[in-house]
């Protein structure tokens, strides 16, 4: 019997309009009538298929159970919607290849997506390599630095460090505190010179045998509990050196850990998520709609969330729920990464039982992949899930900008330790001092919230002065912080140089706002000025960053030029009514409570003006509003 003609959905819309039968040629209908004979020979038995374009470039790799009614399914099942007819309409030729097994199939898939990166497939993307910091273990005297790639040398890393600056600022700390030394002399028996590092105690000199192996080691054990985050081991042995060093009268050395095991100590109280009955585990989320899919993975080390990565990808390239989890583990789990006893996830799927095999086999003891159902591992997931709905939310709705990947860009170059979620821009107005007025336009996921704009009108200063004016509009807002009413942003945008940013500065330190991330963009040169930093900051021209915050700048900007317009020709009218005789203030008072504003009167048709003031009086303001009509 012929094989029947393959079935397509019916797809609205031009782009993924099916071409109708008439218009398929003499070529296509042979290119498909090969495909399909190929599909007859495919065996009965797991394994990969990869479809082709007419360059031989591979466009999709997927895996089967059974080869023949997988890859028959994309020819005769009216449900793949139209990226699948997209791309078996691309297909041109098609190859296999049978494995032994499920695990198998997946394994070999998840590189032949890796190697060929074929269009129709999920692709993990990040826009960035987040930094680790790399802990040489393997060499005798080791040495911490902070690298872009983890890769199997026998070394230890930890990571990642989101934002990267909180990576330097680790490595600062062990510097700083546990000595590590930064050179890369070959240690041996005869001793090298003292260098400057050890006279300004930021190395335990091992080259110059001032520091014996075991006390070397006993540092490098230090600083790997530290990195690990097992603090309170950590601070009890500190504090034990502590301890004995200044009972030896060693009081310098007694006061570096004095000083460490207090910073160790500051660390730990900071807020955290904690689960004492989980101690390193991953956990999945992900969310969707019909145009994207965001997919979030938090790292729990020692029961604490020490990090997170995130991935987008349109939903298009996936319609089945089970086969999402099993490409995103797969693929994840395939680079150089520190993996696990226990995955956790939002729901089953088919391959878990092969997934969770193929992890075994690559950490080399049992890997669980598992659902929660109820209690503390239930909720924490939930808030991974949540966490993928809002960012998925922020980066599919800011059409304008690319948003969520903006905010943290915005985050990194202004190093920030906080995602910049809401920003609050303030912008000065006034024509020659006259009518000084101030705005403020929030933004806030990358998009403005004008529910949240707020007018100014300028109290305390007399004259054309932006840097007291500034300073009155910041000191307002932080009142109204202490007042309870709107929280503190994320990030305070002043639009203006170094004086403006310095006039709005030394009022949050008067408040004792010392940390309140803030900065400045003047306009000539479109410059950003940061808190404690006597150069400026260019970024290019198509910075995706800069295009943002000169868009909420401009919007302050336009805000704050609309609310001083308003005032203008209200005043403007104000005068104009207080020169026409027999309008006096019981009269004006009249008419805006019955219009409502200046505006409203202007645009009142001279019946309405009449009915309030009477014939004479009404024609007589209608000719003198309305010139062109006298």
């Not at 990030?491 to 330190?509: P, T």
């Amino acid at each position: 019997m012929a094989p029947c003609a393959p079935r397509y959905p019916a797809v609205t819309g031009a782009m993924n309009r099916a071409p109708t039968r008439s218009v398929e040629n003499k070529k296509m209908r042979d290119i498909r009538g090969r495909l399909l004979g190929r599909v007859k020979q495919l065996p009965d038995k797991p394994g990969v298929y990869l479809f082709k374009n007419a360059k031989g470039r591979v466009i999709y790799v997927g895996k089967a159970k059974s080869l023949i009614h997988r890859v028959r399914s994309y020819f005769y099942d009216v449900t793949g919607g139209p990226l699948t007819y997209w791309m078996v309409s691309e297909a041109a030729d098609l190859d296999f290849i049978v494995t032994d097994s499920a695990v198998e199939a997946l394994m070999l898939e998840n590189n032949l997506i890796k190697q060929n990166q074929p269009r129709y497939n999920i692709l993990l993307r990040d826009d960035k390599t987040h930094p680790y910091i790399k802990l040489t273990v393997q060499e005798d005297y080791p040495r911490a630095y902070i690298v872009r790639r983890v890769r199997k040398d026998g070394a230890a890393y930890f990571g990642p460090f989101i934002p990267a600056s909180l990576a330097k600022k680790t490595l600062n700390l062990i510097y700083r505190y546990f000595l590590l030394r930064q050179c890369h002399i070959k240690i041996t028996d005869e001793p090298q010179r003292l260098c400057l590092l050890y006279h300004i105690h930021r190395c335990l000199g091992p080259c110059a045998q001032q520091a014996t192996k075991a006390e070397y080691d006993h540092a490098v054990a230090d600083v790997k509990m530290f990195l690990e985050g097992k603090k309170d081991d950590l601070l009890a042995r500190l504090r034990q050196k502590m301890y004995e060093y200044s009972t030896n009268q060693q009081y310098e050395l007694a006061a570096n850990y004095r000083d460490l095991s207090r910073t160790v100590e500051e660390l730990n109280t900071r807020p955290k998520l904690i689960s004492y009955e989980l101690e390193d585990v991953d956990l999945f989320g992900y969310a969707r709609t019909e145009e994207n899919i965001a997919v979030q993975i938090f790292f729990m080390r020692n029961g604490q969330i020490v990090g997170r990565h995130e991935f987008f990808f349109e939903s298009k390239l996936i319609t089945d729920e089970g086969s999402l989890l099993s490409h995103v583990l797969m693929q994840f789990y395939s680079m150089p990464r520190f993996l696990p006893k226990t995955i956790y996830i939002q729901h089953n799927f088919p391959d878990r039982e092969a997934v969770q095999q193929w992890l075994a086999e690559r950490k080399g003891s049992g890997v669980r992949i598992h659902v929660p159902a109820r209690g503390k591992k239930k909720k924490l997931l939930e808030l991974v899930i949540k966490n993928a709905q809002i960012a998925l939310e922020v980066n599919s709705s800011a059409g304008r900008v690319r948003s969520y990947e903006t905010l943290k860009a915005l985050q990194e170059t202004i190093n920030m330790s906080t995602l910049p979620y809401r920003i609050e821009a303030f912008d000065i107005s006034n024509i020659q001092g006259s009518h000084s007025v101030a705005s403020m336009v929030v933004w806030e996921a990358g998009r403005p919230k004008k529910s949240d704009y707020r007018k100014f009108k300028i109290r305390t200063v007399v004259g054309p002065d932006d840097f007291r004016s500034m300073a009155e509009v910041i000191q307002r807002r932080v009142k109204r912080a202490l007042e309870k009413e709107w929280p503190m942003p994320d990030l305070i945008l002043i639009d203006g140089g170094k004086g403006q940013l310095n006039a709005a500065l030394d009022v949050l330190r008067t408040f004792g706002m010392n940390d309140q991330p803030a900065m400045g963009l003047a306009k000539r040169e479109e410059e950003i000025f940061l808190p404690g930093r006597a150069d400026s900051i260019r970024l290019e021209e198509r910075s995706p960053v800069l295009k943002l915050i000169q868009q909420v700048r401009n919007e302050a900007h336009r805000f704050a030029i609309t609310f001083h317009r308003q005032l203008r020709n209200k005043r403007s009218m104000e005068m104009e009514l207080d020169e026409i005789k027999g309008i006096g203030p019981k009269r004006k008072q009249l008419l805006l409570q019955h219009f409502g504003s200046f505006e409203k009167i202007r645009r009142a048709t001279k019946g309405e003006l009449q009915n309030k003031l009477g014939s004479a009086q009404g024609d007589k303001l209608y000719r003198r509003l309305h010139p062109e009509h006298s």
